[in-house]
């Protein structure tokens, strides 16, 4: 008779408590298309402090009181396990996104057994993109693979964006990828590529500049490192990732 009455009295707190969850996300919501109404949202959730939710729009991540008076923009961290809340939920996200990109539309250099694979949004006419390839075999001898992604910066139908369609529709792709970065005009031509939809990808998970470089767990590396700072970056995620 007990267990009864109780299973009674917590299938009628369900409810309520999806109620005030509902209440929450319409309120984030509202919040978020009052300040920008084009913004397209990918998610609201619960956020790791108590009285906030996590809104997840164009690959970035924002703190909305559960009011929605209240917002937030900026890293999240707990203080206990020293650890960035934010990015691992945009990493989680991040991994989502690139996961579904197909193997044979990205550009891989890598040792025959890698330790790690790298996604990298590269831009043929960034400094320190041509910087980071020209330094490619060092990062293979460390297990380094680097799975590049085309990202022009100055957007589409840009010289960059021509080029990197050029190098996409090249006989050698590898081959025409490095003569670019080396600072070669490609050949102009043209087929059926998905530099634009790479593009567009860039800009869901937050590339801002290039190279922008992503960790196999999401994890924005950042720009540019020497190739012994990249595997020290590397161990200190693995050793991060150990420890949590």
């Not at 900026?74 to 579904?100: C, F, H, I, M, P």
Request: proline share 7%; hydrophobic share 40%; glycine share 10%.
């Amino acid at each position: 008779m007990m267990r009864s009455t109780l299973t009674v009295l917590l299938t009628g707190l369900l409810p309520l408590a999806a109620t005030a969850a509902d209440k929450a996300d319409d309120a984030a919501r509202a919040a978020i298309l009052k300040l920008v109404p084009q913004a397209t949202i990918d998610s609201i959730e619960p956020a790791p402090m108590a009285g906030f939710r996590q809104v997840l729009l164009g690959g970035q991540l924002v703190y909305v009181s559960d009011d929605g008076r209240y917002l937030l923009q900026g890293k999240l961290y707990d203080a206990a396990t020293r650890s960035d809340l934010t990015d691992v939920r945009l990493g989680k996200a991040r991994v989502e996104k690139l996961k579904n990109v197909p193997p044979d539309q990205v550009l891989a250099f890598g040792p025959d057994k890698p330790k790690y694979k790298l996604t990298v949004f590269t831009d043929i006419d960034c400094g320190y993109c041509r910087k980071l390839h020209q330094e490619v075999a060092e990062y293979n001898k460390l297990g380094i693979e680097f799975d590049y992604l085309f990202f022009p910066r100055s957007g589409i139908d840009s010289p960059s964006y021509k080029k990197a369609v050029s190098v996409w529709c090249a006989e050698d792709k590898k081959a025409a990828f490095t003569a670019a970065k080396g600072g070669a005009t490609p050949t102009p031509v043209t087929c059926d590529n998905p530099i634009a939809a790479q593009f567009q990808l860039g800009l869901d998970v937050g590339v801002d500049g290039t190279p922008a470089i992503y960790s196999p767990g999401g994890v924005k590396i950042g720009g540019y490192l020497p190739p012994a700072q990249m595997l020290e970056r590397l161990q200190q995620l693995d050793g991060a990732k150990s420890g949590s």
